[in-house]
């Protein structure tokens, strides 16, 4: 087609702002796909890190245990619950959580900590706490716990102590067990490591009388992002008296905080669309000036008014693509190789959050249709209007005008 | 029907409003018949170029009337006067005003894709316009490449190739020498005798007189005397 080729030839008309423009193009394009694409592979290993920590994928729990967390409101029959739910697609782990809060004591110390029963041989698969036991072993015997390393300094425990925790039952009467100590972890994260035993579900059930109850149903999936699309399939195994919660609930501080991100990144990218986008606007008004006789030539000739704008549009147009190319070349060159090692969170100065946040060690980008799609359509958008701004006077003036016009 | 390729009843145009107010044209009555080859000469100012952008439809007088082959322009939309330029007439403009990025054969060819006709038969016309106004061997070069003269036949090769009915050119002389100036209107004159094409030129140059059929003479925005030739 002719005007194609009008189109193509007038863009190299002036090659320097031809290519300027759509380095600029490309720069956005890269610079945002880079920025997104990070920011997309950050969050599932935050929350895979934050949940293995703590709360799991999803919870099965008694309606009113995360109001009000009691030992009386327990789940019941969870050994014949479990292997129900592993029969279920997209389910990878259940693991069941008994939890009381209790007084730990040696000697004549004490302090309060969270106090979890879990089944050794099942809550690998479902938490990472075997795997940052520093010192000792995860669980020697059915009589044992792993204490936090705040805990144990506080405490002057060492592998091999025996402790003496103190609770509550079902009934309200006091109960106690006496494990000796087989490990000790650090996770990093403070709350934890100052507060949290575990020890062998049946040792704390036995002793709160709680028999094959437990106050989290942990269940881990196999697309944690998209959360209720398991909800579906394992809402109908759900008991009357509990509800199904997942990590969004169970972690609003980290959901939230991938909101924030989300909008401040958001925030940022917009803001350099704009700029590139207005600088384009700039250099399309600046050539509408120079090109003003030839629009009125064209007209002259017979060429009709939207046929001229299709023109300026294709020319737009092919200015857009051939900045996105250059941008995805760019993009393709910078995320290849970093798609396989990925960037340490130490390298950007956050392995002080880490601990904190639940951060990942490092963090791989992540290409999604999105990512992929997002800056180029907002900057051709951008530019389409910058052309039509830029036309408009064209179309203002009289053809007589645009004919006489001398730059 | 009638004979008329343009009929102009006293037009007038005025550029601007109040004191500014400029009467370009003054109420001017004329007829243009078909096969002839009319110059509209007059001093600078007088209003040559308003009176031919109001011929072709490029803009409309303040009163009167321009009626083009029986159909009063004003009541033509701007797409309609856009068609009416393609097929019924060819422009040529002082300052050649031809698409730089295209060879002289595209820019020829530019005319027949807008009337919608098909590669093959656009490049055929094309070369034989060319090589009627002596540029055969140019048609593949840009206008950068050309000198004025080819340039402005070049220009008038595009107005041709869509074989109007009306060739109007504002001082296409301009920026062209005498000898060149000849060829030019030798070539306005064989395309006039030949095809009967009608033709429209406001020039200054005695030179280009000289090929015409009947001279209109303006002054002051009013038409002087007509001068057969
Ligand atoms: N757009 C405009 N605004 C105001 N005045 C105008 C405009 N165009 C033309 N004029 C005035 O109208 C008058 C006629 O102009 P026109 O261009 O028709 O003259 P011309 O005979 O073609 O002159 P020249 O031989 O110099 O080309 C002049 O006085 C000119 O200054
Ligand atoms: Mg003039």
Redesign the interface.
């Known amino acids: 087609m002719l005007s194609v080729k009008v189109a193509w030839r007038n863009l190299w008309r002036n090659r320097r702002r031809t290519l300027l423009t759509a380095g600029a193009v490309g720069f956005a394009v890269l610079l945002v796909q880079l920025g997104m694409s990070f920011q997309a592979g950050s969050y599932e290993p935050m929350v895979e890190v934050s949940t293995r920590f703590a709360s799991g994928h999803l919870q099965i729990q008694h309606v009113d245990y995360k109001d009000d967390p009691r030992t009386e409101r327990f789940v019941s029959n969870t050994t014949e619950l479990r292997s129900h739910l592993l029969d279920l697609p997209g389910i990878n782990a259940v693991s069941n959580r008994t939890e009381s809060f209790g007084l730990v004591n040696k000697d004549e110390r004490s302090y309060g900590a969270l106090v979890v029963g879990v089944d050794p041989q099942i809550d690998p698969s479902a938490s990472h706490f075997s795997d940052q036991v520093t010192q000792g072993t995860y669980f020697d015997s059915p009589n044992s716990a792993i204490i936090g390393s705040a805990l144990a300094r506080n405490l002057r425990v060492s592998v091999g102590d025996e402790i003496v925790i103190l609770s509550t039952d079902v009934d309200g009467s006091v109960a106690f067990i006496a494990p000796s100590v087989s490990g000790i972890f650090e996770t990093g994260n403070d709350a934890l490591d100052r507060s949290l035993v575990q020890v062998p579900r049946s040792l704390i059930n036995d002793a709160l009388m709680l028999e094959d109850s437990a106050h989290r149903v942990v269940i881990m999936i196999d697309q944690p992002m998209l959360p209720e699309q398991s909800s579906e399939v394992i809402t109908p195994l759900v008991p009357s008296t509990a509800s199904l919660l997942d990590w969004r609930e169970l972690m609003p501080e980290i959901s939230q905080s991938i909101r924030l991100d989300k909008i401040s990144n958001g925030i940022v990218y917009g803001t350099l669309t704009v700029i590139v986008v207005l600088s384009i606007a700039n250099t399309f008004v600046m050539t509408m000036f120079e090109r003003t006789r030839e629009f009125g030539t064209l007209r002259a000739v017979g060429m009709h008014n939207r046929s001229i704008f299709g023109m300026f549009i294709t020319e737009t147009i092919l200015m857009w693509m051939l900045g996105v190319a250059i941008g995805y070349l760019l993009s393709t060159c910078a995320l290849l190789p970093l798609i396989n090692i990925g960037i340490g969170m130490d390298s950007m100065g956050m392995d002080q959050f880490a601990g904190l946040l639940f951060l990942p060690d490092r963090i791989y980008p992540a290409v999604d249709l999105k990512v992929v799609l997002v800056a180029p359509i907002s900057i051709g958008v951008g530019m389409v209007l910058s052309t039509m701004l830029a036309s408009i006077r064209l179309y203002r003036l009289s053809l007589v005008d645009a004919l006489r016009y001398r730059e | 029907m009638t004979n008329d390729v343009v009929q102009l009843r006293s037009v007038t145009r005025v550029y601007g409003q109040g004191n500014v107010a400029v009467n370009a044209l003054q109420g001017i009555s004329a007829e243009i018949n078909k096969g002839e080859f009319v110059c509209v000469v007059g001093p600078s100012g007088c209003g040559k170029s308003t009176m031919l952008?109001l011929i072709?439809g490029?803009?409309s007088p303040t009163s009167g009337t321009v009626i083009v082959e029986d159909q009063d322009l004003s009541t033509f939309t701007?797409?309609e006067l856009?068609?009416?330029?393609?097929?019924r007439?060819g422009?040529v403009?002082q300052?050649f005003?031809?698409?730089?990025?295209?060879s002289a054969c595209?820019n020829v060819?530019?005319?027949l894709?807008?009337q919608g006709i098909g590669k093959n038969e656009r490049d055929t016309r094309a070369r034989e316009v060319l090589d009627s106004v002596g540029l055969a061997d140019a048609a593949d070069r840009r206008p950068g490449e050309l000198s004025g003269g080819q340039q402005q036949r070049v220009a008038v090769a595009?107005a041709l190739v869509g074989n109007p009915l009306l060739l109007i050119a504002d001082e296409p002389s301009a920026n062209l020498d005498s000898t060149t100036t000849r060829e030019l209107c030798e070539l306005l004159q064989s395309i006039n005798r030949k095809h009967g094409t009608t033709i429209l030129i406001a020039t200054h140059d005695s030179l280009v007189m000289n090929y015409s059929t009947r001279t209109i003479q303006l002054e002051d925005g009013k038409i002087q005397q007509e001068n057969p030739a």
């Open positions: 952008h072709g490029l803009d701007n797409n856009s068609d009416l330029r393609l097929r007439m422009f403009f300052a005003n031809l698409i730089p990025v295209l595209e060819e530019f005319v894709q807008l595009r």
